[in-house]
């Protein structure tokens, strides 16, 4: 059977090559997919589709749906936020494809952080408190308010989608003054910015829980930590992501338990009395704080890179799952929430993400990536990448590659994943070299 995935990044390519690992998958579409996707080793299953053929990425996707039905595709797996928010589950499942992937009403748990908060309020999910604010001299009020009752910092965050850069953290009220300069006299997320949340900031650790669902019915995936700052112990400014570990430590079975049932599942079930079923990835961010575990945020799509740690080690059939979701089946499949599997001798993933020179601000891009060929004990995942004249890889973008290595311990897999990235090299070529330390000293 064939299958499309839509996005480009690392992400993508990692849940392009676990569905290709499907027997009952022949082909893995992805489009517009990057340089790297195409497949010429492995299962040879993944091409690329939108290279030559340039599909509208924008409603009603006509073409796309036009195409993904001639071709006979049987699951459609969406990746990115800003496709579903558009529409692009809604016109697939108008031409009547299995799609993995929310509609565009049910986007809002991610696309409205106004949304989210109402709802974890109305059922009583803990968060930070906040504030909505909806011009400048509102904010002004409200911080002044805030401050006095919460301390600095503040966090301050635009309701809408900013592609991860629409949150500004102020420790004092100068700073607090200039975000909301951001939001409202710049208006640097135009109207995703237009309606801004205050929020009482929270001190502790970051997890990231993500699980699939068929809008009745959860599967967990490992929990991980993402490494949001450029720089190694956490300095530098905020990335889409810097590296990722899994397992978890600090998380036990008995937290992963409890928020399945007291954050998840209700989320969950409001959604659906909601009349806006989930069908697709659910991720929910924590912190870990003296008070317990409070949700920073809901994604409504796979992370990147998480997703680049977790599916390595995922090892049902995710094709199987998917689609079991798209048809609400999910209950009949029994997936263990962590991957503690006595007998696998891969229960940690460590990945490992290199960026271009000045990302995360303004990257160099063209540069000529050498090594990948090299690499022995990883999986090397493709993200800003094109091919040059002489059909050498080149940088495309910020965030270039990923790597993940699996290990029986994460000792051991980030020694794996750390051996293989020295064997890559491009010019002004930025990692972390910390990724998965923090997993091991605690
Ligand atoms: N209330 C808060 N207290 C402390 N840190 C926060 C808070 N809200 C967000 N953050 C930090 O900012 C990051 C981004 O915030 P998030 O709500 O996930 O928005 P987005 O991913 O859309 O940018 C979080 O991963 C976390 O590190
Ligand atoms: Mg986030």
């Known amino acids: 059977m064939k299958v499309l995935v839509l996005g480009s990044g690392g992400r993508e390519h990692a849940l392009a090559k676990k569905l290709a690992e499907s027997r009952r998958v022949s082909r893995v579409f992805v489009c517009p997919g990057n340089a790297g996707i195409p497949e010429t080793a492995g299962s040879g299953k993944i091409q690329r589709k939108g290279l030559f053929n340039s599909f509208s990425m924008s409603p009603p996707f006509a073409e796309l749906t036009t195409w993904a039905k001639a071709e006979d595709i049987k699951l459609v797996v969406i990746g990115p936020e800003d496709y579903l928010s558009l529409g692009m589950a809604d016109a697939f499942r108008q031409a009547g494809i299995p799609v993995f992937g929310h509609s565009q009403a049910a986007t809002q748990l991610e696309s409205s952080k106004l949304f989210a908060k109402k709802l974890m309020k109305k059922i009583g999910i803990p968060t930070a408190k906040y504030k909505e604010i909806n011009s400048f001299e509102e904010g002004m009020k409200c911080i002044g ?58 001190e502790g650790r970051e997890v990231s829980v993500m699980a699939l669902t068929d809008g009745t019915c959860l599967k967990l995936l490992p929990a991980s930590e993402d490494h949001k700052r450029l720089l190694d112990d956490d300095r530098g400014p905020n990335t889409g992501g810097m590296g990722v570990y899994t397992p978890v430590a600090f998380l036990s079975d008995e937290d992963l338990v409890h928020l399945e049932k007291n954050v998840l599942m209700p989320v969950i079930s409001e959604m659906q009395k909601m009349g806006l079923t989930l069908c697709g990835l659910l991720y929910a961010g924590f912190m870990k704080t003296s008070g317990g575990y409070k949700v920073l945020e809901f994604n409504v799509r796979f992370g990147d890179p998480e997703t680049q740690c977790v599916l390595p080690l995922f090892e049902e059939d995710l094709f199987e799952c998917m689609l079991l979701a798209t048809r609400g089946e999910l209950a009949s499949l029994a997936l263990k929430p962590n991957l503690a599997k006595e007998n696998s001798s891969s229960l940690a993933a460590v990945t490992v993400v290199l960026a271009s020179q000045g990302y995360p601000l303004n990257p160099i891009t063209n540069r000529v990536i050498l090594g990948v060929e090299n690499v022995q004990d990883s999986e090397v995942f ?48 930025q990692y972390r070299s910390d990724i998965a330390l923090k997993g091991i000293e605690t």
Do not use: W
Not at 183 to 197: D, I, M, S
Not at 384 to 391: M, P, R, S
Not at 403 to 416: C, V, Y
């Open 145 to 202: 308010e805030f401050s006095y009752s919460y301390g600095y910092p503040l966090v301050l965050k635009a309701d809408g989608l900013c592609a991860g850069k629409g949150v500004i953290l102020a420790h004092t009220p100068s700073e607090a003054e200039a975000a909301l300069q951001v939001y409202y006299k710049e208006k640097r997320f135009g109207k995703a910015g237009q309606t801004v949340l205050v929020e009482e900031f929270l």
């Open 382 to 429: 493709h993200a800003a990448t094109g091919l040059n004249k002489e059909a050498k890889f080149v940088s495309s973008g910020g965030r270039v590659l990923s790597l993940t290595a699996k290990g029986a311990n994460l000792q051991e897999a980030r020694e794996r994943v750390y051996a293989d990235v020295k064997k890559i090299q491009f010019e002004g070529m």
